[in-house]
Each structure stands twice: as structure tokens, then as C-alpha cells.
């Protein structure tokens, strides 16, 4: 069986997200979705928000499996025992952060192999950070993430959680 772990804040999981998960679905028998935890940035949703809206995404998808983690990803990668990483490349910007973080879990765990998926065109643009910004205004959100995420951020703006 074929395994890798997409890691990322997923705070919120965009659109880009999925393109990368649905492709890497195409390669991979299973992909762990591994939501972390980056010290140097705030979340809007909390893990288990995180989680549940994944969960609820991918709720049909029985080769998707989420998971929450604090630390770092080679010993995630030793836990649930798969050594294939996806990552997601928006712009050239993007491939020297990328490549130092491949060569570095290669370095910790030798196993360790990472996939670079391009994102569509389309996707491009798009990050949660911009996200976050549009619907702390009240945007119109829709077209940038899944049906789940826009009402998990309208109920927890109208303060009725997530």
C-alpha cells in the first residue's frame, strides 16, 4: 500500500488544498492529512476545529485520515510508519523554503522522500492567510474554500463556534 502525509496548518483548508490532496489521491492509497502545530503562527480554528472540517470534507474518502500533531514531522512520519511527503508548490517562491525542508527530514530520517505537486494555475493566488484576512471582513468566501470551512467561519464570526 502507498502512503504520504500532506502536512500543513490547513488554517482554514482551501480549495489549493484539496487540488493537492485529490491529486496526490491519484498516487497514494492513503494520505495522512497531518495538521500541525507553527509556533510562529496564531490559528484561527483550534485543532479539533481543523480537524472536523477535513474530517467533514473528506468524510466519503475512506484513504483520507486525519491527524493532529505538536512536533516534528519525522517523528509523525515514524509513528504512523509512511516516509513520502506531499507538499504543495504555488510560485518559485514557494521551492527554496520547500527544498531546505525536504533535505533537512531527509537528513533526520534518511527514508524520508518528498513529493512536490504544482498547484493549478487557478489556486495560485490563493493561501489561508488571504483567507483568513477576506472573511475577518466579512468576503464572500465561497469560491476560496470548501462548503464546511465558509460555515464554520460565518458561525464563528456570528459567535456560534465552529
Known sequence: ?????YPGSFDPLTNGH???????RQLFDEVYISII???AKKPFFSFSERKAHIEAVYSDD????????EGLLV??????NVYSIIRGLRAVSDFDYEFQLALTNRKLEERMNTVFFM????YSY???????????????IHQ???????????????????
Not at 500500500?1 to 502525509?5: T, Y
Not at 517523528?75 to 504512523?80: L, S
Not at 490563493?126 to 468576503?139: G, H, I, Q, R
Request: hydrophobic share 40%; aromatic share 6%.
Open 37 to 39: 502545530h507553527n509556533p
Open 75 to 80: 517523528d509523525f512520519a515514524r509513528e504512523q
Open 1 to 5: 500500500m502507498k502512503r504520504a502525509i
Open 119 to 122: 498547484t493549478d494555475e487557478k
Open 18 to 24: 484539496m487540488d493537492i490532496i485529490k491529486r496526490a
Open 144 to 162: 476560496f474554500v470548501p462548503k464546511a470551512v465558509e460555515l464554520a467561519f460565518k458561525n464563528k464570526h456570528e459567535g456560534n463556534g465552529a
Open 62 to 69: 475512506s484513504g483520507v485520515i486525519v491527524k493532529a500533531h
Open 126 to 140: 490563493l493561501s489561508s492567510s488571504l483567507v483568513k484576512e477576506l472573511a475577518s471582513y466579512k468576503a464572500d
